[in-house]
């Protein structure tokens, strides 16, 4: 057969909407938002099959400034309502973006199970540390001791690693990244779009008006550099504008910094995002600035049957099993009796 | 009237056994209850089959403690089925039980008070030792001579020992013999009241048929009971009711739950829809789930969400993905559910959320009925945010009122609210099968190109009933975003506009109330004027028709009107009201649609509130009629 499969090519531009973006000059979140939009053509999807699926706040606002089908729900729910959309329509590309305050307190649960569950969604995960729409609390991912208007003699609160929780939560895919370094986000968010299952995304996005420079550690030139390290799959980890510095464990399993020129390239921790066992990701989630560097990028991705194609597996096994529902045979099931 | 017998005849004819006698009777009420270990829920169902398939108008009353094992023997542990069975029409499990059948001193003591004076009390009198005695806090043993029971046909007969003979041999622990003690009960009821044991034996057979000693046991326990009832002295009478004169057709017993699970799969399946059902676990609604779980070959998918957040919030995502979508809860659920609700009426998406009613405030009374949602589920948002609501009026009627529910959902483009409860959930009637040619596939339409003149689309552009398109994901050019902020009328755009609200907000009421024209007219059983009319809502259509067709036969001027659509009501309502001297409103809760017609009609309703957890019986609204009628 020699129909014309090929699609339009689509470009950044044919996924930006008509609407007027209303975040602050300068957010963090105007950059996640062209990335998205330069990633999504290059995936050989039709426009009008992704549906972006967000809660409440500023990152929330997201589906509006895309001209694909979108849903701003209420705080929290995303990963519910992309959860039901998903099971009800199976073969769409579903993205939730979320923030620290929407994904990780009032949304909190959902993110549990929608992680745990392998739900075949991309989870992009805003944090700012902050929250933003409500003017400046602290939020569950803030540092202790963090000034906020709701804590004016600083937050007592121990806040949350993100990461942790989704490894916890066995997540299929986990990665990490920030809004201004384009390359390495365009990457980790093409990796995310290739990845059949949940795909979680963490994206450490400034807020210049709440919560400015909280990541200047992770994305000014000169800095990030020695406090991070960017991670690849089967290479030891490595950093510092020499390229000098490792991590190897200790004896008692915990990371350290090491000198290359003390230590061997090999004894270092060699990156296995295809581990099935989520220890090494998660020893590597708990690696954060100033104690030691933050690793970015892919931490974890591995294969598993994604929720959504296990239920339409079993509803095909159904119907292939029984045939389509006779309703003759639903009414007349149990006893029946005549009345004449 | 009180559903137990009228005037029994008696028919001195031999059944066989000597000096036995066969009576006719034309209604009864048989109670079995015992432990929630004992298997009550399973007997009162097997004899509820057998009647129903023999022909007898049924109605049941399954009553069980919140508590899965409470301890043995205790008070709080006791489970109870109701049901009643006859030759006439019947819309209740009745008021005062005929046979009372009692497997421990617990279930004496909690039961004994609904036995009609002269009727029959079975008991298990092995039960009744000094532990089962002083956990049921009774100083001495009911069963001796010179106690209250005089009242009653009293048969004490010991189940537990002749149970224990009659599986003698099978091998079987003590424990296991004692677990079969329920169908020795069965079998002598069934002798008692002249039951076919065929069916009951096949479902043994099948029902144990991986442990063929157990389904023996079992077998062997039924026949024991009913050949003892046949053998002993003590039984004198037995009584036959003959089959009651339903319309012709094919029947089957029904509960409300399973009603709503059909429903939604038979809608699935002849409309050629995804159904998507997402559902928290919650007391009494679980059934549903559990019903539609299996038939995922009808076009149903079903998810048992994280919570009753993500259960809403999971249909609305279905909903906007084009599916059929459907959450059932009970009133802690649907009070969770509020916000959720709240933005599928915002985003005028079509779905159904069923309120299965159980007693409340807060956690209540998990396993018993009320109807006191109904001011929850009618006003229970943030902001201005009106939403059709129909309630079921028995269990068969759940078929019924889930297929409207579907079709006003996706008609108007709006989430419906339907309200049942633990009553009419749990218990079951014989239902008519009907016609596959008379239901109507639910009308889904979804737009394939733009409705906006320069080629755009317009998600909210309205139709002349003001309902909005329901365009889908995967459709070119359709593309558009919705979401719980308020939206400029026709474009759907985010606006904060004043002029703009209060018109969308004007838009959402009229909407719901345009449902006025597409839902049938109010009727009425009885004078269409007059000096009183009886309302009534939900689960006790037949409790209030029972009560209000007596006083009728009486001669007295009453109507009984039954409102299904409450919002909007059926355009005819007001002046149904308006034509009676006085309107009594009986309800399981304080007044909560007393209120409602108060307010939209100017109506100096009555009410007569029981909030006691139990449906009403038919003699208080007949007490209640005759004293509104002489006041």
């Known amino acids: 057969m020699s129909t014309d499969v090929s699609l339009p090519v689509l470009t950044a531009k044919d996924f930006a909407s008509d609407q007027e973006i209303r975040w602050c000059p300068r957010c963090g979140d105007y950059s996640i938002l062209a990335q998205v939009k330069k990633v999504l053509p290059t995936l050989g999807i039709p426009k009008e099959n992704f549906v972006f699926v967000s809660g409440i706040g500023c990152s929330s606002r997201f589906p509006y400034y895309m001209n694909t089908y979108g849903f701003h729900g209420i705080h929290g729910r995303a990963p519910a309502i992309a959860t039901g959309l998903k099971i009800a329509r199976p073969e769409l590309p579903v993205w939730v973006i979320t923030g620290d305050g929407d994904g990780f307190s009032i949304g909190g649960n959902h993110m549990l199970h929608v992680l745990r569950r392998n739900v075949d969604l991309k989870i992009i995960l805003f944090n700012n540390q902050i929250y933003g729409l409500t003017k400046g609390q602290y939020s569950p991912t803030s540092p202790v001791g963090k000034k906020t208007k709701s804590t004016p003699y600083g937050s007592v609160d121990n806040p949350l690693s993100p990461l942790s929780v989704a490894i916890g939560c066995e997540a299929t895919f986990v990665a990490r990244s920030v809004d201004v370094d384009i390359q390495h986000l365009t990457m980790v968010l093409e990796r995310a779009a290739h990845h059949k299952g949940i795909a979680f995304v963490e994206v450490y996005q400034d807020c210049n008006v709440f919560n400015n420079a909280a990541f200047d550690f992770a994305s000014k030139k000169d800095q990030k550099v020695e406090n991070c390290i960017y991670l690849e799959h089967g290479k030891p980890l490595i950093f510092g504008a020499n390229r000098d510095k490792g991590i190897r464990l200790t004896g008692d399993g915990l990371p350290q910094v090491v000198s290359l020129n003390e230590v061997k390239e090999d004894d270092l921790i060699f990156h296995d995002e295809k581990a099935d066992d989520p220890s090494l990701a998660f020893l590597l989630a708990r690696m954060r600035y100033p104690h030691l560097p933050e690793p970015m990028g892919v931490f974890r991705s591995v294969e598993r049957p994604a929720y959504d194609a296990e239920v339409m597996r079993q509803v095909n096994d159904i119907n292939a099993k029984y045939g389509p529902g006779d309703v003759n045979k639903l009414f007349n099931s149990g006893d029946t009796w005549e009345v004449k | ?631």
């Open chain 2, 1 to 631: 009237m009180s559903a137990t017998t009228e005037a029994a005849e008696m028919a001195a004819q031999s059944n066989g056994a000597p000096g036995k006698v066969t009576e006719q009777v034309d209604t009864v009420v048989i109670r079995f209850c015992g432990d929630s270990g004992d298997g009550m829920q399973l007997v009162g169902t097997q004899f509820t089959n057998v009647s129903a398939a023999f022909g007898n108008d049924v109605s049941t009353l399954p009553d069980f403690p919140a508590e899965i094992r409470a301890p043995a023997g205790s008070l709080a542990g006791v489970s109870g089925y109701q049901l009643c069975f006859s030759k006439n029409d019947i819309y209740t499990p009745g008021d005062e039980v005929d046979t009372l059948v009692a497997m421990n001193p617990a279930a004496l003591k909690t039961n004994v008070g609904d036995l009609k004076r002269g009727g029959t009390l079975i008991v298990n009198e092995d039960e009744f030792d000094r532990s089962n005695l002083q956990k049921a806090h009774y100083e001495s043993n009911p069963l001796a001579e010179g106690n209250a029971l005089h009242a009653y046909r009293v048969h004490k007969v010991p189940m537990t020992r002749l149970t224990r003979d009659s599986v003698d041999g099978l091998g079987l622990s003590v424990r296991e013999a004692d677990r079969c003690k329920n169908f020795f009960a069965l079998g002598l009821v069934y002798w008692l009241y002249d039951r076919d044991r065929k069916p009951t034996e096949d479902w043994i057979t099948s029902k144990f048929s991986k442990n063929p000693s157990v389904a023996e046991a079992n077998l062997r326990a039924l026949r024991a009971g009913y050949n003892y009832g046949f053998s002993t002295e003590s039984f004198t009478v037995h009584y036959e009711v003959s089959k009651a004169k339903l319309p012709p057709g094919k029947y089957r017993k029904i509960t409300g739950n399973e009603a709503l699970a059909m429903a939604m799969a038979v809608a699935a399946r002849i409309s050629n829809q995804t159904l998507f059902f997402g559902g928290y676990p919650i007391t009494p609604a679980s059934d549903i789930l559990h019903e539609l779980s299996s038939l995922k070959n009808f076009g149903v998918r079903t998810f048992q969400a994280e919570d009753e957040i993500a259960a809403i919030t999971s249909i609305i995502g279905a909903s906007f993905g084009g599916a059929l979508a459907v959450t059932a809860s009970s009133g802690p659920g649907i009070a969770l559910k509020g916000e959720g609700i709240g933005l599928g009426v915002m985003t005028e998406l079509p779905m159904v959320i069923i309120n299965v009613q159980r007693g409340g405030p807060s956690t209540g009374l998990p396993t018993k009925t009320e109807q006191s949602d109904l001011f929850l589920s009618m006003f229970g948002r943030n902001g201005d945010c009106p939403m059709p609501l129909i309630a079921a009026q028995s269990p068969g009627d759940c078929f019924t009122m889930m297929f409207e529910a579907l079709r006003i959902a996706v008609e108007f483009m709006t989430p419906v609210f339907l309200l049942t409860d633990g009553y009419i959930a749990n218990g079951a009637e014989p239902w008519k099968i009907p016609e596959i040619s008379s239901l109507q596939p639910i009308p889904v339409r979804h737009p394939t190109g733009p409705n906006g003149a320069n080629g755009e689309y317009l998600p909210y552009l309205r139709d002349d009933r003001l309902v909005r398109p329901w365009a889908i994901p995967g459709t070119p050019g359709l593309e558009h975003r919705i979401g719980g902020l308020e939206k400029a009328n026709i474009s759907g755009n985010v606006a904060y506009d004043p002029e703009n609200h209060e018109r969308m907000t004007h838009i959402r009421r009229q909407k719901v109330e345009n449902i006025a024209a597409a839902i049938p007219q109010q009727t009425v059983n009885g004078p269409d004027s007059g000096d009183l009319l009886v309302v009534s809502w939900g689960g006790t259509y037949g409790a209030v028709w029972t009560a209000v067709e007596q006083c009728q036969k009486q001669g007295l001027s009453v109507a009984h009107t039954h409102i299904r659509y409450i919002n909007p009501f059926p355009s005819n309502l007001g002046d149904i009201l308006s034509r009676y001297k006085r309107v009594l409103v009986p309800e399981l809760n304080t007044g909560q649609l007393r209120f409602i017609l108060r307010g939209k009609y100017l109506v100096n309703a009555e009410g007569y509130n029981k909030i006691q957890g139990k449906p009403f019986l038919v003699s208080e609204l007949v007490s209640k009629i005759e004293q509104t009628l002489k006041s």
